[in-house]
C-alpha cells in the first residue's frame, strides 16, 4: 500500500512534517533577528555571572555519609543471649524510604535545638544510597559556624531519637566534612558565564518559537493553496550556483550542481506551458520582496525553455539591481542593455541582446536611470515577440517598487516566486494588489528554497502525486489551464476571495 493511501502513515508524515516547519521557523527567525538572538545571550550571561558572584547568598555545606544497623539477638550454643548487628536487607530498604522524612521531622529539628540551645539556621537534606543502609546528611547555612555546629549536632542528637523511631541501631560513621571555608553555591567566572549563555540560549528558543507563531509565511504548497487561495506551480529545492569560464560569447557560464533542482525546473517549464495560451510568450516573474530567488528561478526557466528546443530571450527588468549583469559579465558596469536602448534611438535590437548558448539570449538591464514606464520598451517587447518563442522577464519585486508593475502589461503571464518561509502571508497578499489589476495573467507561484521534511526534495508528499497533475486540480475548486486556478477565467474576472478585483478589458482591445 502506498503512503498517500495510508491515513496512519499520513499522519505520521503531517507530524514529522509540523515539527521539522516549527524548527525551520525557529532558524529562520533567529537567522533574520540575529542581534536579538546575540543581545538575549548576552543580558543572561551577565545577569546570571553578576547575580551569583554579588548578588546570591553565599551558602555553606558540612556533609556526613554513615550506615545504619539493626540490633539482632539470637541464642549461643550455652543458652545465653548474643546480640549482634548486621546488615539486613530487608531494613536497608525501609531505611532509605523513611531515612529522609525521619531527618526533616520536626522532632529531630526540635532536638538538635535542644542540644544547642539556639534556634537552627540550617536546612537539614538526606540522601539515601537506594537499597543500602548507607546514608548522606547535608546540613546547609548561610554561616559556616553553624553548618559544622548543627552536624555535630546531629551526629549526636539522632542516635538517641532513633531508638524511639526505628529501634536499637548503630551509626557507622563513613566520613564527615571539617568545617567548611567557602561557600558551595559560589561558581567560578567561567561557569557563570556559561550557564548564563545555556539559560539565554533556551530562552532564546522560546522567545523565537513565539516570534514565529506570529509571523504567517509560506512553509509548502498547501499554505500556497488554502492561505492564498492560489495555485502553486512548482516547488524549487535550494540549488548552489556555480560560475565557471567564459562561454564562446564572453558570457559566465552558470552552471546548477543539484541535479534534482535541474529535474524541478524542467518539471516547472512543461506546467507553465500547460497552463497558458498557445500564442503566450511573454511570462514575467517577480516576487514579494528581494532575496527570493526570483533572478535564478527565471533564469533556470528560461534555460529550461531553451533546452527544450524554444528559442527564449530573458530580459533583466529588475533595474535597480540588474543581477543577471553582475552574475554574468566581467565588467557590468560597461553593460549596454535595455534601458540604454529606452533613452537612445540609435541603438538597435541586436545590440541589445547577447547571445548565451543555443536558443538562449538575454537582454541584460544597463546601467541607465530609466523609468519603467517608458514607451521604447514596448517597442522592444514587440520586436522580441517576433524573434523568440518565449519571452522570461525577470521584474523587480513589486511590493519594494510598485511602479514596476507596468511591466507585467507588456507581459502575456504571471509568476510570483517565494521563498519557503520568508515573506508574510500579509505581504504577500499585498504585493499581488500591485499587478492583479495589469494585462498579464497571474497563474500561480513558484515555491523556492523548498525542503521537504524527510530532507529532501519530495514530489510525492507535497507534489503532484497526492494533489493530481495538471487537470487534476479539479478536486480543490481549481479551473483547468486558462481558468486561472482560483483568479478566474481568461476574461480577468478575479474571484479569489482574497482578492476581490473589477472586471478588466481583454488584452486584445
Known amino acids: 500500500m502506498s503512503n498517500r493511501n495510508n491515513p496512519v502513515n499520513n499522519e505520521n508524515s503531517e507530524g514529522i512534517g509540523n515539527i521539522f516547519y516549527t524548527f525551520s521557523d525557529i532558524f529562520k527567525t533567529a537567522r533574520k533577528h540575529f542581534i536579538v538572538f546575540i543581545v538575549i545571550m548576552l543580558i543572561f550571561m551577565c545577569g546570571y555571572s553578576g547575580y551569583s558572584y554579588f548578588i546570591a547568598e553565599p551558602m555553606y555545606r558540612s556533609s ?38 525521619v531527618v526533616e521531622s520536626d522532632n529531630l529539628r526540635q532536638a538538635i535545638q535542644y542540644d544547642l540551645g539556639k534556634g537552627l539556621n540550617a536546612k537539614i537534606t538526606a540522601e539515601p544510597i537506594v537499597k543500602s543502609n548507607i546514608i548522606q546528611v547535608n546540613i546547609d547555612s548561610n554561616s559556616p559556624d553553624d553548618s559544622f555546629e548543627v552536624m555535630e549536632s546531629f551526629l549526636k542528637t539522632f542516635p538517641r531519637l532513633s531508638e524511639y523511631i526505628i529501634g536499637d541501631t548503630r551509626i557507622n560513621v563513613i566520613y564527615k566534612s571539617e568545617k567548611p571555608t567557602a561557600p558551595y553555591n559560589k561558581s567560578a567566572i567561567w561557569s557563570s558565564l556559561f550557564t548564563g549563555a545555556a539559560a539565554g540560549f533556551i530562552v532564546s528558543i522560546i522567545v523565537f518559537y513565539l516570534w514565529s507563531l506570529r509571523i ?38 552558470l552552471s546548477f550542481t543539484d541535479s534534482v533542482f535541474i529535474e524541478a525546473t524542467r518539471s516547472a ?15 514575467a516573474f517577480t516576487s514579494t520582496a528581494r532575496h527570493e530567488g526570483k533572478t535564478v528561478t527565471a533564469f533556470s526557466i528560461a534555460k529550461a525553455f531553451a533546452g527544450n528546443g524554444h528559442k527564449t530571450l530573458l530580459i533583466d527588468m529588475d533595474l535597480s539591481t540588474r543581477a543577471l549583469q553582475r552574475y554574468l559579465l566581467k565588467a557590468p558596469d560597461s553593460c549596454v542593455g535595455i534601458s540604454d536602448y529606452a533613452v537612445a534611438d540609435n541603438i538597435d535590437f541586436a545590440n541589445i541582446t547577447k547571445h548565451y548558448k543555443d536558443n538562449f539570449d538575454i537582454a541584460f538591464a544597463g546601467n541607465k536611470n530609466v523609468k519603467y514606464s517608458n514607451s521604447r520598451f514596448k517597442e522592444f517587447f514587440e520586436k522580441a515577440r517576433e524573434k523568440y518563442d518565449y519571452i522570461i522577464v525577470d521584474m523587480p519585486s513589486c511590493r519594494l517598487i510598485p511602479s514596476a508593475a507596468v511591466i507585467a ?10 521563498k519557503c518561509n520568508n515573506s508574510t502571508i500579509t505581504d504577500i497578499k499585498d504585493a499581488l494588489k500591485y499587478v492583479l489589476y495589469s494585462r498579464a495573467h497571474f497563474i500561480g507561484f513558484i515555491l523556492n528554497d523548498y525542503t521537504a521534511s524527510a530532507g529532501g526534495y519530495d514530489y510525492g508528499r507535497y507534489g503532484y502525486s497526492r494533489y493530481g497533475y495538471l487537470g487534476g486540480y479539479r478536486r480543490y475548486g481549481y479551473g483547468y489551464r486558462r481558468y486561472g486556478y482560483g483568479y478566474g477565467y481568461r476574461s480577468r474576472k478575479y474571484s479569489s476571495k482574497y482578492f476581490e478585483e473589477p472586471e478588466k478589458k481583454d488584452k486584445n482591445e
Open 216 to 253: 504567517e509565511t509560506i512553509h509548502d504548497k498547501n499554505d500556497i493553496i488554502y492561505q492564498l487561495n492560489s495555485h502553486c506551480i512548482s516547488e524549487l529545492p535550494h540549488v548552489n550556483i556555480k560560475r565557471n569560464s567564459k562561454t564562446q560569447s564572453g558570457l559566465s557560464k
Open 269 to 283: 517549464r512543461k506546467h507553465i506551458q500547460s497552463l497558458i495560451a498557445a500564442d503566450d510568450k511573454a511570462i
Open 64 to 101: 556526613a555519609t554513615f550506615s545504619i544497623t539493626p540490633l539482632i539477638s539470637s541464642d549461643a550454643k550455652d543458652g545465653t543471649s548474643v546480640y549482634k548487628f548486621n546488615y539486613v536487607s530487608s531494613f536497608a530498604q525501609q531505611m532509605s524510604e523513611t531515612f529522609p522524612y
Open 409 to 418: 502589461d507588456l507581459c502575456d503571464d504571471l509568476i510570483f516566486v517565494e
